[in-house]
């Protein structure tokens, strides 16, 4: 089992965490009991060690997580569980920023059943599809980085697709063309049709490793304030 290093920038060196201790994110750890905007335990977050691996609980508030190796924000919702990765994962809770690293915890396994046919998200053969699309037409992968660049990025909200207004100022476009052709031949290759599941694409794209946070070099942000990937 593995110890939890916990650097905030509230204290001057990083807090350690037995596996047999429970850190709660509340008023006294990250304000010393003086902010009042912040919860007490039991009612705030906390980290907790659990089968094997590290887990960050959620009780009543909406809590973002960004794990660095995956390069990928998640969202942790009300009553929900996250398990922590290997390697440095960024936790904002309160409005507060704390850097947390795991270190040699345990391999840990969902348990399987191979009895019965596998669970189908799309089409069967859809990833592949997709990918010999994206390799056919290239400009569909920079479009769809541009158009889900907040899923690549830190920050407290959960991520959601830009505006198409803002897509295609990234992309440089004189109209939305471009951006509606390629969900709709990526949503098609994937479900069969080009309407009904474009709030699923993200997580499939991701999920599949058909978009990886290393496309975001392919949007040249020509007419946007933005520089690059990143904020």
Same mark, same amino acid.
């Given at each position: 089992?593995?110890?939890?290093?916990?650097?905030? !920038?509230?204290?001057?060196? *990083?807090?350690?965490? @037995?596996?047999?201790?429970?850190?709660?994110?509340?008023?006294?750890?990250?304000?010393?009991?003086?902010?009042?905007? #912040?919860?007490?335990?039991?009612?705030?977050?906390?980290?907790?060690?659990?089968?094997?691996?590290?887990?960050?609980?959620?009780? !009543?508030?909406?809590?973002?997580?960004?794990?660095?190796?995956?390069?990928?924000?998640?969202?942790?919702?009300?009553? =929900?569980?996250?398990?922590?990765?290997?390697?440095?994962?960024?936790?904002?809770?309160?409005?507060?920023?704390?850097?947390?690293?795991?270190?040699?915890?345990?391999?840990?396994?969902?348990?399987?059943?191979?009895?019965?046919?596998?669970?189908? #998200?799309?089409?069967?053969?859809?990833?592949?599809?997709?990918?010999?699309?994206?390799?056919?037409? @290239?400009? !569909?992968?920079?479009?769809?980085?541009?158009?889900?660049?907040?899923?690549?990025?830190?920050? #407290?909200?959960? *991520?959601?697709?830009?505006?198409?207004?803002q897509t295609r100022l990234c992309m440089g476009l004189t109209s939305f063309t471009a951006l509606e052709r390629a969900l709709n031949e990526v949503v098609t290759e994937i479900w069969g049709e080009p309407q009904g599941h474009r709030h699923e694409l993200p997580d499939y794209l991701i999920r599949e490793r058909?978009?990886?946070?290393?496309?975001?070099?392919?949007?040249?942000?020509?007419? =946007?304030?933005?520089?690059? *990937?990143? @904020?």
């Amino acid at each position: 089992m593995a110890e939890l290093i916990v650097d905030y !920038h509230a204290y001057p060196a *990083p807090r350690l965490v @037995p596996p047999g201790e429970q850190l709660s994110l509340d008023r006294d750890f990250l304000s010393g009991g003086t902010d009042e905007r #912040i919860s007490r335990a039991p009612n705030a977050p906390f980290l907790r060690h659990m089968d094997g691996r590290w887990w960050l609980v959620n009780g !009543h508030d909406q809590l973002t997580v960004y794990v660095v190796a995956e390069s990928r924000r998640f969202t942790v919702s009300e009553r =929900c569980a996250f398990p922590l990765p290997d390697g440095e994962t960024e936790v904002r809770v309160w409005d507060a920023r704390l850097r947390m690293v795991v270190h040699g915890s345990a391999t840990w396994e969902i348990p399987r059943d191979d009895s019965g046919p596998e669970t189908m #998200i799309g089409l069967d053969g859809a990833a592949v599809k997709v990918a010999l699309l994206l390799g056919r037409k @290239p400009r !569909h992968r920079a479009v769809l980085a541009a158009y889900y660049r907040e899923y690549f990025t830190p920050g #407290i909200h959960a *991520p959601r697709p830009l505006d198409r207004m803002q897509t295609r100022l990234c992309m440089g476009l004189t109209s939305f063309t471009a951006l509606e052709r390629a969900l709709n031949e990526v949503v098609t290759e994937i479900w069969g049709e080009p309407q009904g599941h474009r709030h699923e694409l993200p997580d499939y794209l991701i999920r599949e490793r058909l978009l990886v946070a290393a496309d975001q070099d392919l949007v040249p942000h020509r007419l =946007c304030a933005h520089r690059g *990937p990143g @904020p």
